[in-house]
């Protein structure tokens, strides 16, 4: 059993800069890859970027390529979701994901989810 809680997001203007974190606890996070989902309102929610523990495989949707940045620091059992240029298409609800399989992670059926934490752009 892992537990996931998503802190970092809030209000920002088109242009700016937001950073989401992601604290795992419960069971060791280090087997894990994470992920990072969006869901705006009305909308299906989407992969934006994962990766895995290593950090040897990392993959993000087109539309944020080159403004955001997935890390983490396992020491801390935290991932992170660096967003820069922000646009209000961006504006959705964020969620991080863990999961022991890549391409189920990836996919949107991962074993485990936060509650999410609202991002907001604003033109």
């Known amino acids: 059993q892992v537990q996931l809680v998503e802190s970092g997001g809030g209000l920002v203007q088109a242009g700016g800069s937001l950073r989401l974190s992601c604290a795992a606890s419960g069971r060791a996070f280090t087997p894990y890859a994470m992920a990072w989902f969006r869901q705006a309102p009305g909308a299906e929610r989407e992969f934006v970027t994962g990766?895995?523990?290593?950090?040897?495989?990392?993959s993000y949707k087109d539309s944020v390529k080159g403004r955001f940045t997935i890390s983490r620091d396992n020491a801390k059992n935290t991932v992170y979701l660096q967003m820069n240029s922000l646009k209000p298409e961006d504006t959705a609800v964020y969620y991080c994901a863990a999961g022991r399989i890549w391409s189920t992670l990836i996919t949107g059926t991962g074993e485990y989810w936060g509650q999410g934490t609202q991002v907001t752009v604003s033109s």
């Open positions: 990766m895995t523990w290593s950090g040897s495989t990392v």
